[in-house]
Each structure stands twice: as C-alpha cells, then as structure tokens.
C-alpha cells in the first residue's frame, strides 16, 4: 500500500505565502513524476504544478512566477512554495504521484493525496 499525505494548508491573507509538504509512504520502489492539483469550488480539477524524478518543472500560466515545485527524493516529499498568493488560490490542493511499488516493479501506477485546504482571504 501506497499513502500520499499532505499538510501545510491554511488561512492566509492575499500576498501571503505558504508552503504544502506531500510525503509518499509505504511500499514504494521509485517515484516518477509529482505533481499538485487544485479543485476550488464548482470547478474541475487543474494541474498547478509537475516535477519529474529529474526535477524538471512545469507550471499552470496563472502560478508562473509565484509558485514554485520541489522535491526531496530521499524523503520521497514533494513541495509547494506559494508566494504572491491570490484569492483565486483558493482551493483544495491535491498531491499526486506515479509510484511503482515493491510488489509491481514492472507498473507505475497514479496515487492521489486526500487534499488540503488553502484559503487566501482578501
């Protein structure tokens, strides 16, 4: 079994910054890509930000230059910086992985966070 848990989620003011923390537990033998998510209220869930193993990075236009994704692989962590935060941000933040586990060397599988909360208050 494989767990994603996230924390750092909170109540800020616009301009704040907060960082979210995902740290993958269990069986694990490699992580691939990490990324974040976000669903904000009668809205679908969006990519805000990817990190492959090789610390590439990639971010949705809206979080250019404010948000920035890291990982620690000997922690299997992975982490979001947010800056210059919005109203906007508000939302749930999903941490998902593509995980191979002990037991599956040869399957990588997609394994999702239970979500924090980011409220960004104007």
């Known amino acids: 079994q494989v767990q994603l848990v996230e924390s750092g989620g909170g109540l800020v003011q616009a301009g704040g910054s907060l960082r979210l923390s995902c740290a993958a537990s269990g069986s694990i033998f490699s992580i691939n890509a990490m990324a974040w998510y976000r669903q904000a209220p009668g809205k679908q869930r969006e990519l805000v930000a990817r990190?492959?193993?090789?610390?590439?990075?990639y971010y949705t236009d809206s979080v250019k230059g404010r948000f920035a994704i890291s990982r620690d692989n000997t922690k299997n962590t992975v982490y979001l910086q947010m800056n210059s935060l919005k109203p906007e941000d508000t939302a749930v933040y999903y941490c998902?992985?593509?995980?191979?586990?002990?037991?599956?060397?040869?399957?990588?599988?997609?394994?999702w966070g239970q979500g924090t909360q980011l409220t960004v208050s104007s």
């Open positions: 990190i492959t193993s090789g610390s590439s990075a």
């Open positions: 998902y992985a593509r995980i191979t586990t002990a037991q599956a060397t040869g399957i990588i599988q997609g394994y």
